[in-house]
């Protein structure tokens, strides 16, 4: 009897030495992490710059590292972190993007006799081929004559194009689009150029082709006098007169927006309808101004009449991938929208009720939002203004629920693989395929934030926010420098 509880007290001691011992290497582990970070800090850091950063180590339940962890910084791309997590959490999420056709006429013979309505739902994704599938709707139920008007549903969304905060001269660069529920392309033209016989007009070709721009083309194939080639638009008017100077050596891609969106997609739409063979009789001709008048704007009354024809569907997951693997600015402003409308209920929204869902997981959470300032969905407004310490919260809430961390971490780059990490912590680091974490940055400002897992198996919720930083280079080998350090922790 003696010699079995001289057994286990032996046992206990040796489990008590080892848990010891691990306790003491982790503690170990933890202070050369620390130091490791501050001289990091210390030495790495860009001229000038400022950073803030907060790790919690999710397997362990304890905080890693904080430094300035509650400085208040512009996040850049990071707030699709905050936007993706609050559209997460909202019941219903995983329902698709939809785009529709609908009427509350009826269908007589090949005719459809009554107004067809484009309803938008905010679908960033949809592109020329979905375009041509949805009007494929309508000749699959035999329709070949639109007797009517034909509108556009906006009415989702308010009419505001842009985000609070965004800088009027980024227009016409295709990150700073023209929001509205019926996008197409993005609300991108995609312009490629090809040299002809040298000294003459190089060759055009856009998509979408379409009337609704114009193209004014000065360009010089194999000229260099004519200077380097410059693609433009008339943003300052409104205009969408698209204009094309200097030298076109070899077959080259610009791409830039346009102007209203919406319109875009509508005055496409017709012309789609007219080369599928419908006949829109309240179109003259294909002239621009026809097309132009061919269709307006309004809302679909919602009774027995109406009756859907057909639909696009793009799922959540792809928008949600493209938002935060390419840091699409759109996908995220019509994130932040679908949240609106899933938090309120109400048909209309504006980027506010978006916001307030934000804000409503920030006090779940157990912070104070109004300690924040929350102005867009994608972070190209200057206005935002987040802290290491309240990313991390908000990972560390999804980590805990695997409804919303399954599709996050899915949607987020990964380190040396794809997405705005494809090119950083590469093969031969430790934090090669180990970072899923969303890149951030505008002139002056570098973040990174997400997941890590360290050698030993621990998950880590990372936040890293540089200020003031003119050298982008600089301030991502720090980040990177950091996450290669937590991904050589140890301890398990």
């Not at 990071?78 to 609908?102: H, N, Y």
């Not at 030993?456 to 200020?467: K, L, N, R, S, Y």
Request: glycine share 8%; aromatic share 8%.
């Amino acid at each position: 009897m003696n010699r079995i509880i001289l057994q286990a007290c032996c046992l206990l001691l040796f489990s008590w030495l080892f848990a010891h011992r691990a306790s003491a290497q982790q503690a170990d582990s933890v202070a050369t992490l620390a130091s490791r970070i501050d001289t990091l800090l210390k030495y790495e850091l860009p001229a000038g710059a400022h950073a803030g950063l907060c790790i919690y180590d999710l397997t362990a339940g304890r905080m890693l590292y904080e430094y300035q962890a509650d400085k208040l910084s512009r996040p850049a791309s990071t707030m699709k972190v905050m936007t993706a997590i609050t559209a997460l959490s909202q019941q219903g999420i995983d329902e698709p993007f939809r785009t529709e056709l609908w009427t509350r006429g009826r269908i007589v013979g090949d005719t459809l006799k009554g107004d067809l309505y484009v309803v938008g739902g905010f679908d960033p994704e949809l592109d020329e081929t979905d375009l041509k599938e949805l009007i494929g709707g309508l000749t699959k139920r035999g329709i070949r004559v639109l007797d009517g008007r034909i509108v556009g549903d906006v009415s989702m969304k308010d009419s505001l194009y842009w985000g609070t905060g965004w800088l009027w001269d980024d227009t016409p660069s295709t990150f700073q689009p023209y929001l509205s529920p019926l996008m197409l392309n993005k609300g991108v033209l995609q312009v490629t150029l090809r040299p002809a016989e040298r000294g003459l007009a190089a060759r055009v070709e856009c998509s979408p082709a379409s009337t609704y721009y114009t193209i004014d083309n000065r360009t010089r194939s194999r000229t260099s006098a004519a200077g380097p080639l410059r693609v433009d638009r008339n943003w300052l008017e409104n205009g969408n007169c698209v204009s094309l100077r200097g030298n076109v050596q070899s077959a080259v891609t610009r791409s830039l927006n346009l102007f209203d969106s919406g319109r875009m997609f509508m005055h496409v739409f017709v012309e789609r309808l007219q080369e599928a063979g419908i006949r829109c009789m309240s179109v003259a001709d294909s002239t621009r101004e026809a097309i132009a008048s061919a269709y307006s704007f309004g809302e679909l009354p919602h009774d027995s009449l109406a009756v859907r024809l057909a639909r696009h569907e793009t799922p959540m997951q792809t928008v949600l991938n493209v938002m935060l693997k390419e840091s699409d600015n759109l996908n995220a402003e019509a994130m932040l929208c679908r949240a609106g409308v899933l938090a309120t209920g109400k048909k209309r929204v504006s980027a506010d009720d978006g916001l307030d869902a934000m804000r409503a997981l920030i006090r779940k959470i157990g912070l104070n939002p109004s300690q924040y300032k929350l102005a867009d969905g994608c972070g190209l407004s200057h206005y935002d203004y987040l802290s290491p310490e309240l990313l991390v919260a908000m990972l560390r809430y999804a980590y805990s629920r695997t409804d919303i961390f399954a599709p996050l971490y899915k949607a987020m780059p990964v380190s040396g693989m794809d997405g705005t990490l494809k090119y950083r912590m590469g093969y031969g680091t430790p934090a090669f395929r180990q970072v899923h974490a969303k890149t951030g940055s505008y002139t002056g400002i570098n973040a990174l934030a997400g997941y890590l897992k360290t050698k030993g198996g621990h998950w880590v919720a990372f936040a890293i926010m540089t200020q003031n930083a003119l050298s982008a280079r600089q301030a991502r080998a720090f980040q990177d420098a950091v996450c290669e350090s937590l991904c050589s922790l140890p301890f398990e």
